[in-house]
């Protein structure tokens, strides 16, 4: 291998570009995204106003940047959560616990850049982008269901697209509650009864007792 022996020009960052977007995320956060200004970014995220502007653009650039950054690290996370655990109880438990641990963090305002400040936001390109993002946590949750389908966790005639749907709807009721205040214990404990409720066959398919 031939090594690159040429000098870059100027001076070298003294910040991380990736480092600098998280603590935007968290500005975002705690502010919201109308209450934010371009002092708040500059104090949030450590650089100064000039290098904010030539790196990472004006406030709605900076918040476009933010969003799909931290929309890929907890899709990441998300899926991890669903498609680790073997059964499929506990793989919906994970992914319900993922929410609200990740509305949950310590140090850090609650709630979800996603659901609790992007949609408040006036923007078209950022309101497609959260469309894009529901449809592919609901595209991942039918994935998993279609997985127990085939190892008989659930049976053949299992609402795939309507339990999918409700999954995604707890883990926006659950962060929506994690931002209100509601209690990190209380909400995982929810979390992990909703899980079974998912699962629990449709009355029609009930079988009679005996």
């Given at each position: 291998m031939?090594?690159?022996?040429?000098?870059?020009?100027?001076?070298?960052?003294s910040f991380d570009e990736k480092d600098a977007l998280e603590k935007a995320t968290q500005v975002f956060r705690s502010k919201g995204y109308d209450g934010v200004t371009i002092d708040d970014l500059v104090a949030g995220m450590g650089?100064?106003?000039p290098t904010l502007y030539s790196v990472?653009?004006?406030?709605?650039?900076?918040?476009?940047?933010?969003?799909?950054?931290?929309?890929?690290?907890?899709g990441a996370r998300a899926?991890?959560?669903?498609?680790?655990p073997p059964s499929l109880r506990d793989s919906l438990a994970g992914f319900l616990k993922h929410?609200?641990?990740?509305?949950?963090?310590?140090?850090?305002a609650p709630g979800c850049l996603l659901l609790c400040v992007a949609p408040l936001v006036?923007?078209?390109?950022?309101?497609q982008f959260l469309h894009d993002a529901v449809a592919a946590g609901v595209a991942l949750v039918e994935r998993r269901f279609c997985d127990g389908i085939s190892t008989g966790e659930i049976p053949p005639d299992f609402p795939v697209a309507a339990r999918a749907s409700q999954v995604l709807d707890l883990s926006r009721g659950l962060t929506m509650r994690a931002q209100m205040g509601a209690p990190r214990k209380t909400l995982l404990n929810d979390a992990a009864e909703a899980?079974?409720?998912?699962?629990?066959?449709?009355?029609g398919n009930a079988k009679p007792e005996d």
């Amino acid at each position: 291998m031939f090594q690159n022996t040429t000098r870059p020009r100027g001076r070298p960052r003294s910040f991380d570009e990736k480092d600098a977007l998280e603590k935007a995320t968290q500005v975002f956060r705690s502010k919201g995204y109308d209450g934010v200004t371009i002092d708040d970014l500059v104090a949030g995220m450590g650089v100064k106003r000039p290098t904010l502007y030539s790196v990472f653009g004006d406030k709605r650039t900076i918040f476009l940047r933010a969003l799909r950054a931290y929309a890929e690290a907890k899709g990441a996370r998300a899926a991890q959560a669903l498609f680790s655990p073997p059964s499929l109880r506990d793989s919906l438990a994970g992914f319900l616990k993922h929410a609200v641990e990740s509305a949950t963090p310590e140090g850090s305002a609650p709630g979800c850049l996603l659901l609790c400040v992007a949609p408040l936001v006036d923007d078209a390109e950022v309101r497609q982008f959260l469309h894009d993002a529901v449809a592919a946590g609901v595209a991942l949750v039918e994935r998993r269901f279609c997985d127990g389908i085939s190892t008989g966790e659930i049976p053949p005639d299992f609402p795939v697209a309507a339990r999918a749907s409700q999954v995604l709807d707890l883990s926006r009721g659950l962060t929506m509650r994690a931002q209100m205040g509601a209690p990190r214990k209380t909400l995982l404990n929810d979390a992990a009864e909703a899980a079974d409720l998912v699962i629990l066959p449709r009355r029609g398919n009930a079988k009679p007792e005996d």
